[in-house]
Antibody, heavy 122, light 106 residues
Framework: QVTLKESGPGMLQPSKTLSLTCSFSGFSLSTSGMVVSWIRQPSGKSLEWLAA???????YYNPSLKSRLTVSKDTSNTQVFLKITSVDIADTATYYC??????????????WGQGTLVTVSS | DIQMTQSPSFLSASVGDRVTINCKASQNINKYLDWYQQKLGEAPKLLIYNTNSLHTGIPSRFSGSGSGTDFTLTISSLQPEDVATYFC????????FGGGTKLELK
């Protein structure tokens, strides 16, 4: 059974660095074709794909946010991390991690975590 | 970057109605278009992938069609449990979501 779960600080101040963790089970990120992505959703708004890391350790970023994002994974391939630097109020959102699997990197998201709400406020 | 324009933004329909939601890509995305359903307070759930493939466990009243730049999600007979917001997603080049369609019961 594939499960993903996000964790984060809940609240942080503007200009700080947001650190998020996606802990997953039921699959190995070292398996060919596996990709874990980060996606966010401000309350009442649409979804925005942020970043992804694949089975080979290659990383992909949303061009509009690339300079502020860093995605990584742990050596045991059971966690994926996202850091967002210099946060502001516009980064307030629910952050999801999701898994795709594809022979050409970009696949559909069959599995999602429950999301973690991050509020940026002074 | 590929932009996804979804319409309508809001839809009100009655139980039993046939409902269609559209997504238009700013460039050719081949067949790489998915549809997701999101109920209030929940994570999105995959309904259809690669234009017309029904995900495991999804009722057959949901179907998808289209190609290239224009895609449609159809609910053949709306049920009360279908009240949700629906999103399209292109994954031909990167990933881009549509703006969403909020579906309510009339």
């Amino acid at each position: 059974q594939v499960t993903l779960k996000e964790s984060g600080p809940g609240m942080l101040q503007p200009s700080k660095t947001l650190s998020l963790t996606c802990s997953f089970s039921g699959f190995s990120l070292s398996t060919s074709g596996m990709v874990v992505s980060w996606i966010r959703q401000p309350s009442g708004k649409s979804l925005e794909w942020l970043a992804a890391i694949d089975w080979d350790g290659d990383k992909y970023y949303n061009p509009s946010l690339k300079s502020r994002l860093t995605v990584s994974k742990d050596t045991s391939n059971t966690q994926v991390f996202l850091k967002i630097t210099s946060v502001d109020i516009a980064d307030t959102a629910t952050y999801y991690c999701a898994r795709s699997r594809s022979s050409y990197i970009y696949g559909w998201f069959a599995y999602w975590g429950q999301g973690t709400l991050v509020t940026v406020s002074s | 970057d590929i932009q996804m324009t979804q319409s309508p933004s809001f839809l009100s329909a009655s139980v039993g109605d046939r409902v269609t939601i559209n997504c238009k890509a700013s460039q050719n995305i081949n067949k790489y278009l998915d549809w997701y359903q999101q109920k209030l307070g929940e994570a999105p759930k995959l309904l259809i992938y690669n234009t017309n493939s029904l995900h495991t466990g999804i009722p057959s009243r949901f179907s998808g069609s289209g190609s290239g730049t224009d895609f449609t999600l159809t609910i053949s007979s709306l049920q009360p449990e279908d009240v949700a917001t629906y999103f399209c997603l292109q994954h031909n080049s990167g990933w881009t979501f549509g703006g969403g369609t909020k579906l309510e019961l009339k």
